[in-house]
């Protein structure tokens, strides 16, 4: 995540690049905010709390928590935030299902339009991130929608997707479509469907 404020913020300062690796500390570890006001300064410390959410329990209050503590907090802040979200959704979870996915990649439009005035060069990254992730997510639909009507059920369709290994591609249906190779599952199902095999 740093290394995407060097390249898009190069101006970004030593405290707000140290922030930026320190964001989750907090939250994540015993280490305090007055360890690291001790090791790092006051500035840096600042950043983190901004970025730390402790005021809710459960993630749907956490989330508008934090929504609204980023919204207030500073330029450095928000940058930083749209940094973490971008590199976050470039690397979802593949064991999240793909509703949940789409959730997250919603919570995160709400958080980069509220960033988006804290760097343009992140918020134009950010879209363009959520726009491949959201053209794989529709071509996943798709792919699941044609083989439900020979699997059985949506659950069966989406097992098959998930990790039914198709010798043909070298891989499952869902590594294949992540790695770009659309057509090909959309094909493969095609001689499926009208009995063929692979």
Known sequence: ??????????????????????????????????????????????IVLELTCNSATNSDDKKIALLNQVAAGSIEAQTIKLADIISNVSSLPSLWSLDRKLSYIDWCK?????????????????NVKVQLVEKMKNNEQQIISKVETWAGSHEAAIKWYETEHISALGSTAKVAVERGHVEAVLN??????RGGYA
């Not at 493969?188 to 469907?193: M, N, P, Q, R």
């Open 1 to 46: 995540m740093a290394q995407l404020l060097q390249f898009y913020e190069s101006s970004s300062n030593e405290n707000t690049l140290i922030a930026a690796v320190l964001h989750d500390i907090l939250e994540d570890t015993e280490v305090t905010s007055i360890g690291v006001n001790y090791l790092f300064g006051n500035e840096v410390s600042t």
């Open 110 to 126: 709400k958080v980069a339009k509220v960033c988006s005035s804290s760097s343009e060069r992140l918020y134009d990254y950010f």
């Open 188 to 193: 493969y199902i095609e001689v499926i469907a």
